[in-house]
C-alpha cells in the first residue's frame, strides 16, 4: 500500500473551494419557497426576491472571468475539506487512480465535480449515492457505515472497535469523524483516515496535522464512521 499522505493545506489545492456557503443559503431559501408556494401558494414575492439574488451571484462569479478561490475561505479544502482529502488519501494507499491521474485532493474533487457529486452548493447527500464507488468505477466501495449520534463515543465502544478491526485487512479502510457530529449547529466536524491497526491501537493519516498519526491517542471521541474496501478485480 501507497505511504504518500497529503494535507488540505497544501499550497497547490489549499484555494480550491468545494461548496459556497452563500450560494448554498441562497439556493436552499430557493427551495423552500417553492415548497410554500407549491403547497400554499405563498412566498411568491420572497421566491422571486430569492432569485434575484441568486442570478446576482452568478452574474457576479462570470464577471470576474474565474471563481475567486482563497485558503481563507470556509468552503476551501484548507479550511474544511479534510473529508476530501481522506478520500485522496485512501485512493492512493489502495493505490487508485482515477482517469489514470494520481488521486491527490485536486484530482478528487474534480472527480466529484464532474460527476455532479461536489459543486459549490455542496455534495450530494443521499443515502441512496456512494460517492466513491462512482468516482472510482466499483473499485473502492462503501461496505459499512454507523453513525453513533451527537453525543459521539469512546474507544471502548464495542460496535466502534468491531468496524475498526476490519482495517486489519490490506483491502479495506475507515474514514472516521473525529471532531463534532456533521449536522449539529455549529459542526466543527473532522474526518480522518483509519488504515490499519498497530501496537497504540489504530494508525491514521490525519490531512489537518502531519504529528497526529494514532487515533485512539490523539482523538477521544468518535461520530461517525465509513468503512470502504478495494475490490481489486474491477477494471
Known sequence: ?????????????????????NLCQSIRQITEYIHAYAENRICKEELTGATKVLCTQIDEIVKKGKYEQLSEHSGSLSKSGCWHTSVANMLTWFNVKLKNKISNPKIVLKAFQESFLCTLTGYVENPCVDPLSIIS????????????????????????????????????????NVGSHEFEGNSNS?????????????KIQDPGWKDKVSLFDSYKKYYQVSVYQLFSDKK
Open 137 to 176: 468505477k466499483g473499485k473502492v466501495q462503501l461496505v459499512k457505515y454507523r453513525d453513533f449520534g451527537p453525543k459521539g463515543i469512546n474507544k471502548k465502544n464495542i460496535e466502534f472497535n468491531a468496524l475498526l478491526s476490519t482495517t486489519s485487512h490490506n483491502n479495506t479502510c475507515a474514514i472516521v
Open 1 to 21: 500500500m501507497k505511504t504518500k499522505i497529503y494535507q488540505q493545506d497544501d499550497k497547490e489545492w489549499r484555494h480550491l473551494l468545494w461548496y459556497d456557503n
Open 190 to 202: 473532522h474526518y480522518v483516515l483509519v488504515t490499519n491497526k498497530n501496537s497504540d491501537g489504530y
